[in-house]
């Protein structure tokens, strides 16, 4: 049964700072890999999608990488500030509508 | 451009009560989700529609029933609240399977 872990469950860091968020799989049949931020009491906003025949995707100040070999995917975020405050989610696709999600690593970024 | 929109964003009930989560889309998109997030878990889905006219269980499906009302509208009813359904529901929707997912800011459901 594919799982999807991230680790840490919590981090915290001083502004400016340039971080990684893990996220791995248990099954390397994965399709597709989506990673997502959650404020508290909101939805979630998509913010990367790498397809399984794609190495990466970059959107401004965020870079996210899958390494389907591995069973691993990275999200960096760059010179971080206190607006990232949030929940960041992975999510791998695995076919048949079917997605799996991590619980989760809430980041905190101190001014 | 509203994305995703849910209706309602509380509700309580008690035991045993009935109710049903509306959802809409305007982006045209074929597939939609029902998911219900617990904490410390991450989403679970509970029912999908590839396309209008098809439903299809997730893997908490237990409890629920849904219904594709047109290519913009996905519900999900509760016909008898317990206890462990509480919890915070989210509806997506994706153009195809495997595309990117569009969530909805959520329902919070208390039943007591």
């Known amino acids: 049964k594919q799982e999807v872990t991230q680790i840490p469950a919590a981090l915290s860091v001083p502004e400016g700072e340039n971080l990684v968020l893990n996220c791995s799989f248990t099954?390397?049949?994965?399709?597709?890999l989506q990673w997502f931020r959650q404020d508290p009491g909101k939805g979630l906003t998509s913010l990367l999608l790498?397809?399984?025949?794609?190495r990466e995707q970059t959107s401004g100040r965020l870079n996210a990488s899958l390494d389907k070999s591995s069973g691993r995917s990275t999200l960096y975020i760059a010179a971080s500030q206190p607006g990232d405050s949030a929940t960041y989610l992975c999510?791998?696709?695995?076919?048949?509508?079917?997605?799996?999600f991590g619980a989760g690593t809430r980041l905190f970024v101190k001014a | 451009n509203a994305g995703v929109t849910q209706t309602p964003k509380f509700q309580v009930l008690k035991t045993g009560q009935s109710m049903t989560l509306q959802c809409a889309q305007d982006?045209?998109?074929?597939?939609m989700y029902w998911y219900r997030q617990d904490p410390g878990m991450g989403l679970r889905l509970i029912y999908y529609?590839?396309?209008?006219?098809?439903?299809d269980k997730g893997e908490v499906p237990n409890g629920y029933n849904v219904s594709r009302l047109n290519k913009r509208e996905f519900s999900l009813r509760l016909e008898s609240a317990a206890p462990s359904q509480t919890s915070v529901y989210f509806c997506?929707?994706?153009?195809?399977?495997?595309?990117?997912?569009?969530f909805g800011p959520g329902t919070r459901l208390t039943v007591l």
């Open positions: 997506a929707s994706s153009e195809l399977d495997l595309g990117e997912q569009f």
């Open positions: 099954d390397s049949a994965i399709y597709n």
């Open positions: 790498i397809q399984s025949s794609q």
């Open positions: 999510a791998g696709g695995t076919g048949g509508f079917k997605t799996i």
């Open positions: 982006m045209n998109h074929n597939s």
């Open positions: 529609s590839a396309s209008e006219g098809t439903t």
